[in-house]
């Protein structure tokens, strides 16, 4: 059974930071696609950030110079470090895997398994 961990989210202060992990275990991909997703209430679920099999990485225009994705391989986690937070970054966030694949699209079809999320709050 495939698990997708999430981790990190919490309430911070506009202008703060958060860093959240994604734990994932029993992926049927060697090398998959993950990415960061976030939904925020009355609104349709967004694609934050992706790292694609080659290990390259896309963000958001929202988040463009404010949030990073990176992975460790050898610990199968996702991270996704998030600074200059502001207000309107509020969601729940998940995490997502998908098939090997050499894109870098934020749409979330490209993910088959999706983690159970982690709140993020920012207050202004």
């Known amino acids: 059974q495939v698990h997708l961990v999430e981790s990190g989210g919490g309430s911070v202060q506009a202008g703060g930071s958060l860093r959240l992990s994604c734990k994932a275990s029993r992926l049927p991909y060697n090398r998959p696609y993950m990415g960061w997703f976030r939904q925020a209430p009355g609104k349709e679920r967004e694609g934050v950030a992706v790292i694609n099999s080659d290990g390259k990485t896309r963000v958001a225009d929202s988040v463009k110079g404010r949030f990073t994705a990176s992975q460790d391989d050898a610990d199968n986690t996702l991270y996704l470090q998030m600074n200059s937070l502001k207000p309107e970054d509020t969601a729940m966030y998940y995490c997502?895997?998908?098939?090997?694949?050499?894109?870098?699209?934020?749409?979330?079809?490209?993910?088959?398994?999706w983690g159970q999320g982690t709140q993020v709050t920012v207050s202004s």
């Open positions: 997502a895997a998908g098939a090997t694949s050499s894109v870098l699209s934020l749409l979330s079809n490209w993910f088959a398994y």
